[in-house]
């Protein structure tokens, strides 16, 4: 089981990770939530007027955000429309994704057991991690020679977590 997700009795999954995976996998955690930000405090305590809080209304600069919250729309109106009325949910649901893979890391010990719902935000976490990586490392379709690089390549270490997370992520989707 080490290294690779198996279902768990009643439903969820179950990953043996040492502590050298354990810290890696944090790190590349908290950067994301350090890129994603903090997000915005609620203007009301009402629900309701929290729907219509407004969002950003244009796409992020940074590349790797960008493809995290992409454009809805080819029409730069209807996007910015669309923008406006959801990045921050997004934002927030990316934000309880990771915090959700954090804190199972720092309360699990070698085997971490997972609830179905745990499963999914590790799901959705996994997956924003591995677009930022790919995205800064600016992996294509076509891209083999990422792959082959020497082991003295500064990239190297990028591309090895970028393969490890797709790795868990295709056994996480499996056991799901």
């Not at 939530?33 to 203007?43: A, F, N, Q, T, Y």
């Not at 940074?62 to 809805?72: G, T, Y």
Request: charged fraction near 30%; charge should be negative; avoid cysteine.
């Amino acid at each position: 089981m080490a290294g690779y997700f198996e279902a768990a009795p009643g439903g969820g999954a179950v990953i043996v990770l040492d502590t050298v995976e354990v810290s890696i996998l944090r790190s590349l955690a908290v950067q994301l939530l350090e890129m994603i930000g903090p997000g915005k405090e609620p203007v009301s305590d009402d629900p309701l007027a929290a729907l219509f809080t407004d969002g950003p209304t244009k796409p992020p600069s940074d590349p790797a955000l960008a493809r995290l919250f992409p454009d809805a729309y080819e029409d730069t109106a209807q996007s910015s429309e669309f923008r406006r009325f959801t990045e921050n949910d997004l934002r927030t649901r990316k934000r309880e994704d990771v915090l959700a893979l954090v804190r199972s890391l720092d309360a699990g010990g070698p085997a971490l057991r997972l609830t179905p719902e745990e499963s999914r935000r590790w799901l959705g976490a996994l997956n924003d991690l591995r677009l930022t990586i790919g995205t800064r490392l600016e992996v294509t379709d076509e891209d083999t020679e990422l792959y082959r690089l020497p082991d003295d390549d500064p990239l190297k270490p990028m591309v090895m977590a970028y393969l490890w997370l797709g790795g868990l992520q295709e056994t996480l989707i499996e056991t799901l």
